[in-house]
């Protein structure tokens, strides 16, 4: 808990990129073998990781990433601007990387049937 924040180099600049777009960083991962971690930071000097075996939510294993994004990193939050994104910089990696998405439609609705 408290970590310097001199070693979130060790993660990659890929990583360390996150904040020019996200004013806080959470990831959840798991590994096959090992409990549940959270790690989270606000890039203001430290950085904590605590074991997330109490949450219901439980990866099977893997990583999961969530950006808490600046104003001005909007944007990013377009579906078609996240693909690209991902597909420019994710060139040489060679595990799958899902993006989950939801569609909405707005279906308009007859008031005819009220008039009863």
């Known amino acids: 808990k408290g970590?310097?924040?001199n070693l979130i180099g060790q993660f990659g600049v890929g990583f360390y990129s996150s904040y020019l777009v996200a004013e806080k960083v959470f990831v959840r991962t798991k590994h096959n073998d090992?409990?549940?971690y959270v790690?989270?930071?606000s890039a203001g000097g430290t950085?904590?990781?605590r074991s997330d075996n109490e949450n219901p939510y439980q990866l099977k294993r893997g990583t999961e990433i969530t950006l808490y994004l600046k104003d001005d990193a909007?944007?990013?939050l377009e579906e078609k601007k996240i693909k690209?994104?991902?597909k420019k910089h994710s060139q040489f990696v060679s595990f799958p990387i899902n993006l989950y998405t939801t569609k909405e439609e707005e279906k308009e609705v007859d008031d005819d049937d009220d008039d009863d």
């Open 84 to 86: 690209d994104t991902v």
């Open 39 to 41: 790690w989270e930071s």
């Open 34 to 36: 090992d409990i549940q």
């Open 74 to 76: 909007a944007g990013y």
């Open 3 to 5: 970590g310097n924040l």
């Open 47 to 49: 950085f904590t990781v």
